[in-house]
């Protein structure tokens, strides 16, 4: 089987724990992790992989602004992290843009890791979230140690 397909299991995986954790940040993350999937595979296959690095730096600057945009508005600490991992992407382009590299083995590896990086900082609190809900069903749950007064 192509990569691809392991790397759509591994989105629609973390998709799947984001919406099941049942927390708007995490799902907002992995939907935008999956526009950005999506939309990088749209360009390599519609351009090629020598030609596809014109477009994908652009793709991630977009995605990494949304990702930007969902953490000033929640606050939240994964979406910094996420939000960092896309600077490192960015890094890599101008990297490999300067080296004359885009395009390569090295520069598709690097990209791909980093996203995989993106992935398990989203679906690891989600999973997380959904086990600690299992072990403690009751934390939502008011407890009063004393009968309420009337």
């Keep these: 089987m192509p990569v691809s397909f392991y790397y759509a299991m591994a989105v629609a995986l973390t998709l799947v724990l984001a919406w099941a ?4 940040v995490y799902q907002k993350l992995a939907m935008l992790l999956l526009f950005d999937w999506a939309s990088t595979n749209v360009a390599v296959n519609y351009m090629g992989f020598e030609r596809a690095p014109m477009v994908i730096p652009s793709l991630d600057a977009v ?22 991992l896309y600077g490192a992407v960015g890094l890599a382009h101008v990297v490999g843009f300067a080296s004359y590299n885009q395009g390569t083995y090295t520069y598709y590896a690097i990209l791909n890791v980093l996203f995989l990086l993106q992935l398990v900082t989203v679906g690891g609190p989600s999973a997380s979230r959904i086990v600690l809900r299992a072990w403690f069903p009751r934390r939502r749950q008011r407890v009063r140690p004393y009968p309420a007064r009337r």
């Design 21 to 24: 954790a049942d927390n708007h």
């Design 63 to 84: 995605t990494a602004i949304l990702v930007a945009m969902v953490g000033f508005a929640s606050g939240s600490q994964t979406a910094l992290v996420v939000f960092c």
